[in-house]
């Protein structure tokens, strides 16, 4: 049985999980906690998870999800990607007290707060750092940047440890870099089924333009992801394969980012190259959109990991990666891709055309891909730093 199963445990744990959005809202960071949280609950801890009530489709309170109890708070008021919470405070510290272990993910607006009543109860603070807050420009942007910032130094003070994704990340962090020496690295979670090759095919044929490439993008549409980039790389990818398809998995049209409307001419420009395939619930579907592409391409400009690069994979496709940190380390680690100059379109569309004139060069099994970013070892990790840090 695997180690993220049901083995025997040291000792029943009872662990808070904190976050801004939870399921059905679909993220890496969200999707991250979810996979966490039913393995915990496999190996025989008890989890809760709170997070807002981001949509009043969601039921406010308690409920239970496979296996997680959920605590959805009332969230009336909205600051750009963040909630106000009115009862949060009192929420929290009841629950605080009830719990073993507490283990927040950032950024969140309530990082300051939670580690006061954390220490006011007698409860250790393990702090899940998933990106440093990048804001699109603007002057109320940066305010938030700065005031999350300041009452993240005060979390950290306090926390008694950091888990980052990577060394490469927490090394150029501004967030992570002052408390290098709490910092742990634990790989994310990553999780996805074997791809419907029949299914694979038909989606791809479906796609396909006159033989051409299909280039895969899964992610929000959002300025820190940039693609934008990814579509201005069709001038390069276009001299050698003018019927190549970019088709896009997730999010596009999103209110507090505004992304999409400015972009709107670049898109009309390119449409007869783009598919815009909204967001893929279904792991399964998402399996099968991996392996229907040639090459997945990522033109972040910040992007701690990006769990997306370690799923397609797992479903052979290689990955076109910005040289960002932490970005960059699933290609870098797995030899599975080709990395591109941050920002330029130019390098984008080049190191996709490496990755398609030689596609067998960056094609591994899925056996080596899943022994490097072994979700069992990364269950047993947060296991283990739980149990050592867990109220006696």
């Not at 929000?220 to 050698?240: C, G, Y």
């Not at 505004?258 to 279904?282: C, M, N, P």
């Not at 899943?370 to 070892?377: K, L, V």
Request: charged share 20%.
């Amino acid at each position: 049985m695997s180690s993220a199963g049901k083995p025997a445990v040291q000792r029943k744990l009872k662990i808070l999980m904190l976050l801004l959005y939870y399921y059905p809202h679909s993220t890496g960071l969200t999707n991250y906690v979810r996979m966490l949280a039913e393995a915990l609950v496999q190996r025989g801890h008890e989890v809760t998870v709170v997070a807002s009530q981001h949509t009043k489709a969601l039921p406010r309170g308690e409920a239970m999800l496979n296996g997680v109890r959920v605590v959805r708070l009332w969230a009336p008021v909205r600051i750009s990607r963040g909630f106000i919470m009115p009862t949060y405070p009192w929420q929290i510290y009841r629950l605080i007290r009830q719990h073993d272990i507490v283990n927040i993910h950032i950024p969140l607006l309530e990082t300051a707060l939670v580690a006061f009543l954390s220490g006011l109860a007698g409860v250790k603070l393990i702090a899940t750092h998933h990106g440093d807050l990048i804001l699109p420009a603007g002057r109320f942007n940066r305010l938030i940047t700065s005031v999350m910032f300041a009452l993240y130094k005060q979390m950290a003070r306090r926390v008694a440890c950091l888990v980052g994704y990577s060394d490469d990340y927490a090394d150029n962090s501004y967030y992570l870099r002052p408390f290098r020496d709490k910092v742990r690295i634990i790989y994310p979670p990553v999780q996805i089924p074997l791809p419907n090759q029949a299914k694979a095919s038909e989606w791809r044929a479906a796609w396909q333009h006159k033989g051409g490439p299909v280039i895969g993008f899964s992610g929000r549409f959002v300025q820190e992801k940039r693609p934008d980039l990814l579509i201005r790389a069709l001038d390069v990818i276009n001299k050698r394969h003018p019927h190549a398809r970019i088709i896009f998995a997730g999010e596009y049209d999103i209110p507090y980012e505004g992304t999409w409307q400015r972009h709107e001419a670049l898109v009309k420009k390119y449409q007869s190259q783009l598919i815009f395939l909204g967001l893929l619930r279904d792991p399964q579907e998402l399996a099968n959109f991996y392996a229907a592409c040639d090459v997945l391409v990522l033109p972040s400009d910040s992007d701690c990991f990006a769990l997306v690069q370690v799923e397609a994979m797992l479903c052979g496709t290689a990955v076109v990666m910005t040289d960002i940190a932490g970005g960059r380390v699933p290609v870098q680690v797995t030899g599975m891709g080709v990395l591109a100059k941050a920002g330029d379109a130019i390098s984008i569309g080049e190191a996709v055309l490496a990755v398609l004139e030689d596609r067998a060069s960056y094609t591994k099994p899925r056996e080596e891909i899943a022994r490097i970013f072994s979700f069992d070892r990364t269950v047993q990790s947060y296991e283990e730093l739980f149990l050592q840090h867990a109220r006696k």
